[in-house]
T-cell receptor, first 114, second 113 residues
């Protein structure tokens, strides 16, 4: 019954390979987000979306693309993976609202790029 | 843009002691503030949502204080127990619509028996 799920949970990729991380939410939230978490940096926003068909650049979008084909699904795509993209990636969903609203997080994907 | 500074990055206390984590922010127009808890190897769970008009918010075993004048948000665990050992993150809305959150760097709290 988890509201935000991610797949895969763990991924090992090779440098230069393509990686797709998937996220699904059953909260029926309009907004979805992709973050990466690295020691010493906290969570940093990569891409986000306001709804199906929309994607927006976050604070660190370089090297990443995003796709929001439906209300429920939001993907993060690494076309040419590099070792610097080794990290834990979190997807989140939330409702829009002036002044800010809480976000609900998925379990995370641990990506290792060799 | 909004900046959030969270301190300390690491905090070690004994069971029963209090623990205080503080965040300072720059945007005076934030309406909501959030604290998240992340247990080892797990995801982030919303601990508390704070509305800007409320200076004191109480949860189970903790209190969140908001000082709007100083733009400071603090999480106070009143009597820490080993189950509180986790990373804690503050989050503040930013961007023109507030639809994005900016997170503090996190505080890794260790509570020793």
């Amino acid at each position: 019954e988890a509201a935000v799920t991610q797949s895969p949970r763990n991924k090992v990729a090779v440098t230069g390979g393509k990686v797709t991380l998937s996220c699904n939410q059953t909260n029926n939230h309009n907004n979805m987000y992709w973050y990466r978490q690295d020691t010493g940096h906290g969570l940093r926003l990569i891409h986000y979306s306001y709804g199906a068909g929309s994607t927006e650049k976050g604070d660190i979008p370089d090297g990443y693309k995003a796709s929001r084909p439906s209300q429920e699904n939001f993907s993060l795509i690494l076309e040419l993976a590099t070792p610097s993209q080794t990290s834990v990636y979190f997807c989140a969903s939330g409702e829009p609202g002036l002044g800010g609203r809480e976000q609900y997080f998925g379990p995370g994907t641990r990506l290792t790029v060799l | 843009g909004e900046q959030v500074e969270q301190r300390p990055p690491h905090l070690s206390v004994r069971e029963g002691d209090s623990a205080v984590i503080t965040c300072t922010y720059t945007d005076p127009n934030s309406y909501y503030f959030f604290w998240y808890k992340q247990e080892p190897g797990a995801s982030l769970q919303l601990l508390m949502k704070v509305f800007s008009s409320t200076e004191i918010n109480e949860g189970q075993g903790f209190t969140v204080l908001l000082n709007k004048k100083d733009k400071r948000l603090s999480l106070n665990l009143t009597a820490a127990h080993p189950g509180d050992s986790a990373a804690y993150f503050c989050a503040v809305p930013h961007g023109s619509s507030g639809n994005k959150l900016i997170f503090g760097i996190g505080t890794l709290l260790s509570v020793k028996p």
